[in-house]
């Protein structure tokens, strides 16, 4: 059967002061929403009289009284005796002419049933009924035995209401008639679903409500009088406290043994004590409120002025009292009074709580945060009146876990702390973008703006806070306004704005959906024109410069070992110590001059190492940017610098992780870099830039160099430590010049190379052969390979001839540049001049700089080193 309580789920606020004044705690609380569990509920309405929000109320009967007045059979209001305390003292009359106005055809009092049941209790008192009698007037009481105590059953009074005997009597008299009970109690509305005799239950309140939307000016009425029988007086005073025992005909000969309870707090240890057989009174004159004149549709609830009103109307009586049949008198007109019955019986309706084991409890005590019994507040604010009462009710799923208000304020104070920890790491993350942040709300109202974006405008983020999108664009702060083409077609937008500063930005507008589709929110994030541009030519020439290091180190890695030709004892003598030197881990420093095969050696050391099959790296430290350079051999973490990978990068020192790095040109590697270097080659570990934690390398160092490192660093321009470091085995290729029985296996090495690479079978005469074998060959045997590929390339002819080569290499020298002395200078800045002069005589002739490096007879790096010298310093 569904209960009498509604809750207005939206109105109710986790007060939980419901569930704290609740007799039986039968509210459920669930999601916050506190729900009245019909099964547990007493109906005694309290709950109703304590929700501060009105998030309760009780079934009306207004509809149901409306219905029956519509109807035709004979319809009588009985009104209960508490009546003079919910009225004023003119109103009185009043109600009853008010109630017939309304269509009722009688006027009943309900201490007539009283006085009817009385008669009963009487009975039963003097028959030693089970004792203790509990008296069974009030329902609430009532369903609380049931419900909550049943072994108490059989001591329930086994005789109706005053209300249903009232409707009994009346319809015993009329069968047809529809009776309708006003009173102050809203447990009569539950009673009236369970026992027979009323058709309808009116709240005093809803009575009002009633003659309030008739309109019906009381005060004009004539005062009406009750009809029916007359009650005793004694049974006029049942609402009050005791009313039943002083209606008894000798209270006082039950007064010692009788107990009258009539405080809800008095209640529940009153039946406890009866339920463990502590107390053992005769008779309990028991009622839920303090009497039925202190209900929660009572509009005054102070009990004794109340009670005061209930016991002047007692003695003064009506008006038409003495013409009226008194109870007696009136049933014994009745022909049929022996068949009323006031007969009522109970039955068990208990719904108890499981007992939850004590380790149940204590996880959920444990929950929030109480481990010890001092953690046990028992304050009460989530309605219980102990931590373990409210735990029990967890474990039955009608409270929540976290209605605990100490729990909450710690958990709410800890949420505080990292909101605002949030707030200040995304302040700083947002504040710290590169890109300008702008966020807006719905209504295109700025919200916050980062430093970044404030930049842009050339205004504080304080001053433009606030401002409507429109407004912006209007005075051309920022044009045209992203934010509004955003909230007009509600989906993400790029364009280039234009700010008050004359700023071009690059920007990017996001709406942000509510759940019901709105745009709650714009988000643009832009950036600024002139970096972007700037930015990407950066990566284009780092990316640029990134493929060519890599195709140049997979080359020589992947690309299979070219031939060392030679048949010199010289070479044949180096490459036996080099054999010899590769099968164990030392550092290896090659010397040399340009393009004698260095590199070729270094290569043929991997390949006879047991590292051949890890990676072998050449890093030319003369050709790369210095500004490159570190990060290239070091590698770099996330974001280390603009332009630098999302996700980092290893460097090609971390590459060549169990193979060879050939550190070429290294006289050129930076003095910052140098010591770096050296902490990698002692510590065998190096940690990127950008980066916190050292990165275990296995690798063996091959270092080449032109150039006489022991001079520089004895002049201080190469780390002398370095140095010693690198020159553990140092190996020097001698010049072609010094080895010439090599040039001509080197010819025909080149000629069949070539050959086979351009799809020709060009050959060599033997003048043109033993020119080339005298030639000096200053740039060693890349300059040889370098001719014989233009050779091979150019000649018209199937067989190359001596008027073919060069003129310096057919004998005659190159014609000596006339270079001016004017005056004695320092040798060095003589040397530097001459150079800057064939490097500037180069660059006109030459598109690259491979072309010069042959021109010039030295390797493309040494030409890209020194043009960046000379531009450097500006010679
Ligand atoms: N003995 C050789 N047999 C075949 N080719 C060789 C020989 N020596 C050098 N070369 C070729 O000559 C060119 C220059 O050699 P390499 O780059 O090893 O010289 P390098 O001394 O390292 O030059 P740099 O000092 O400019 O770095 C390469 O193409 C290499 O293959």
């Known amino acids: 059967m569904p209960g009498i309580v509604r809750t207005e789920k939206n109105k109710c606020k986790q007060c939980y002061s419901c569930v704290r004044h609740c007799p039986v705690k039968a509210v459920r609380v669930k999601n916050g929403q506190a729900e009245v569990l019909s099964e547990r509920c007493i109906a005694c309405g309290n709950c109703v009289k304590v929700c501060s929000q009105n998030a309760k109320t009780i079934e009306s009967g207004i509809d149901k009284t409306l219905e029956i007045l519509h109807r035709k059979e004979f319809k009588i209001a009985i009104l209960a005796p508490s009546f003079p305390a919910a009225f004023t003292k003119d109103i009185c009359g009043r109600i009853i002419a008010a109630l017939k106005m309304m269509g009722f055809d009688e006027v009943w009092e309900v201490a007539v049933g009283a006085e009817l049941i009385g008669e009963k209790y009487e009975e039963l008192l003097n028959n030693r009924f089970k004792p203790p009698l509990i008296s069974s007037a009030c329902p609430a009481v009532v369903n609380l035995i049931e419900k909550h105590f049943p072994s108490l059953i059989p001591h329930l009074s086994p005789v109706v209401s005053p209300m249903i005997a ?4 009346i319809k015993l008299e009329y069968p047809e008639a529809l009776v309708v009970f006003i009173g102050p109690c809203v447990a009569k509305k539950d009673e009236m679903k369970q026992v027979e005799g009323v058709d309808a239950v009116l709240t005093f309140k ?3 409500d009633m003659i309030f939307t008739k309109n019906i000016d009381i005060t004009r009425l004539e005062p009406s009088c009750f009809d029916g029988p007359l009650p005793q007086k004694a049974f006029r005073g049942f609402p009050v406290s005791g009313g039943l025992f002083l209606s008894l005909k000798d209270p006082f000969n039950f007064s010692r043994k009788t107990v009258i309870v009539d405080k809800r707090e008095d209640v529940l240890p009153c039946l406890e004590s009866i339920d463990s057989g502590e107390y053992n009174p005769y008779f309990v004159d028991i009622l839920m409120c ?7 549709h009572f509009k005054d609830t102070n009990y004794f002025a109340n009670r005061e009103k209930v016991e002047e109307f007692l003695l003064q009586g009506d008006k038409n009292d003495k013409d009226r049949d008194t109870v ?8 049929n009074a022996q068949e009323l019955d006031l007969t009522r019986r109970y039955s068990s309706k208990a719904v108890f709580l499981k007992s939850p084991s004590e380790e149940d409890i204590r996880k959920i005590l444990n929950y929030t945060n109480k481990y010890s019994l001092q953690d046990e507040l028992n304050c009460g604010a989530c309605g219980y009146s102990s931590c373990r009462e409210k735990a029990v009710a967890v474990y039955n799923g009608i409270a929540e876990i976290d209605m605990c208000l100490p729990f909450l304020l710690t958990k709410e104070i800890k949420e505080k702390k990292r909101t605002e920890e949030f707030n200040r790491e995304m302040n700083a993350i947002i504040d710290s973008s590169y890109d300008g942040i702008f966020v807006s709300d719905g209504e295109g109202k700025t919200l916050r703006l980062n430093r970044a974006f404030a930049r842009f405008l050339g205004k504080s983020p304080e ?3 606030g401002l409507k999108a429109d407004d912006l664009e209007k005075s051309r702060i920022i044009y045209p306004s992203l934010t509004k083409l955003v909230l007009k077609e509600k989906r993400r937008l790029t364009l280039i704005q234009e700010t008050g500063t004359g700023k071009k930005v690059l920007a990017t507008g996001n709406p942000i959906f509510d759940e019901e589709g709105r745009v709650v929110r714009v988000v643009v994030n832009a950036r600024d024109m002139a970096e972007l541009n700037h930015l990407s030519r950066e990566a284009l020439d780092f990316e640029k410069l990134k493929t060519y290091m890599e195709q140049s180190s997979l080359e020589l890695n992947q690309g299979p070992l070219p031939r060392i030709v030679s048949i010199s004892p010289l070479m044949e003598e180096l490459l036996r110590i080099a054999l010899r030197v590769a099968a164990v881990n030392s550092t290896v420093l090659i010397l040399g001059e340009s393009g004698v095969g260095k590199g070729l050696i270094a290569r043929f050391i991997h390949e006879n190492s047991p590292r051949k099959k890890g990676p072998f790296i050449k890093v030319n430290c003369g050709s790369i940017p210095e500004s490159l350079l570190e990060s290239e051999l070091f590698g770099y973490e996330t974001g280390a610098f603009t332009g630098a990978r999302r996700e980092g990068k290893p460097g090609l020192i971390e590459m060549a992780h169990k193979g060879t790095l050939l550190l070429d040109e290294i006289g050129d590697l930076p003095l910052n870099l140098q010591v770096k270097l050296l902490q990698v080659l002692q510590e065998k570990e190096l940690t990127r830039i950008g980066g916190t934690k050292p990165i ?10 032109n150039k006489d490192l022991r001079k520089m660093a004895e002049e201080g321009t190469f780390r002398e430590d370095l140095y010693y470091r690198l020159n553990v085995v140092p190996l020097v290729v001698p010049p072609l010049r010094d080895r010439k ?3 001509e296996p080197l010819i025909d090495y080149f ?8 799809g020709m079978t060009k050959s060599i005469t033997e003048d043109a052969m033993k020119a080339l074998v005298n030639y000096s060959w200053p740039g060693n045997v890349r300059e040889l390979e370098n001719l014989i590929e233009r050779l091979v390339v150019t000649s018209e002819r199937n067989c190359i001839t001596i008027q073919e080569l060069p003129e310096f290499i057919r004998g005659k020298k190159p014609p000596l540049q006339k270079i001016t002395v004017e005056g004695i200078m320092p040798l060095k800045k003589a040397q530097d001049l001459v150079e800057q002069q064939l490097l500037e005589l180069a660059v006109k002739q030459c598109n690259t700089t491979y072309e010069m490096a042959e021109l010039l007879g030295v390797n493309q790096s040494t030409i890209v080193r020194k043009l960046q010298r000379f531009k450097d310093k500006q010679i």
């Not at 275990?696 to 160099?705: G, L, N, Y």
């Open 741 to 743: 029985e090599d040039v």
């Open 166 to 169: 009232t409707g009994r009597l």
């Open 206 to 208: 809803e009575l009002e």
């Open 328 to 335: 007696s008198e009136y049933l014994m007109h009745m022909k």
């Open 290 to 296: 303090g009497g039925c004149v202190e209900g929660p």
């Open 696 to 705: 275990e390398v296995d690798i063996r160092v091959i270092a080449a160099t």
């Open 463 to 465: 001053s433009v806070i």
């Open 751 to 758: 000629m069949a190379y070539f050959n086979k690479n351009y």
